[in-house]
Each structure stands twice: as C-alpha cells, then as structure tokens.
Nanobody, 116 residues
C-alpha cells in the first residue's frame, strides 16, 4: 500500500502562483506514471498533467504553458507548479499514481481557490 499526501494548496489571487507537492510513501521511480487530477465543484474529475516513468509529460490543453509537472525521485515527490492562475483553476487537486498493472493510488486532495 502506497500513501500519497498532497500539500501546497490554498487561496491565491488571479494571476498568482502555487506549487503543489505530492509525497509518496513508496519509490515513485518504480511507478508507471504519476499525475495530477482536479475536480471542480459539480464537475467530473479531469487529468491536469502526467509524467511517465520514462519522463514523458502531457498536459491538459487548459493548463498548457501555465502549469509544469516535475518529480524528484530521491524525495519520492511529484510537484505541480501552477502559474498565471485563473478563477476556473479553482478545484480540489489530487495526486495519482499508476503504480503497476491494475494497481493505482490516489491522494486525499488539496483545495486550490483562485479568487480576488
């Protein structure tokens, strides 16, 4: 069992920045991929960014050019740097680990609110 613990959420003004962190209790280098999802109130959970074991990265169109996903294998931590935040980025952000065949894990989520 791997635990994922997110941190770094909070309230920020439009145009501001936040950096989310996801600390894993296992070796993330072994995971197939790590990702960030988000779920706004009344909406379905959606993929924000994903980084594979080999380092391939993909972003949702809505965040391209503003968000950056990265990982520190030594710290077993995945980051999401979020810049130029907009009100519609407001959501609960979840860390996700595609750990191995048919095994995946979710964090508990961290709230990000973008408002003036």
């Amino acid at each position: 069992q791997v635990q994922l613990v997110e941190s770094g959420g909070g309230l920020v003004q439009p145009g501001g920045s936040l950096r989310l962190a996801c600390a894993a209790s296992g070796n993330i280098f072994s995971a197939n991929a790590m990702a960030w999802y988000r779920q706004a109130l009344g909406k379905e959970r959606e993929l924000v960014a994903r980084i594979s074991r080999g380092g391939s990265i993909m972003y949702a169109d809505a965040v391209k050019g503003r968000f950056t996903i990265s990982r520190d294998n030594a710290k077993n931590t995945v980051y999401l740097q979020m810049n130029s935040l907009k009100p519609w980025d407001t959501a609960v952000y979840y860390c996700y680990a595609d750990w191995s065949y048919e095994i995946d894990y979710w964090g508990q989520g961290t709230q990000v609110t973008v408002s003036s």
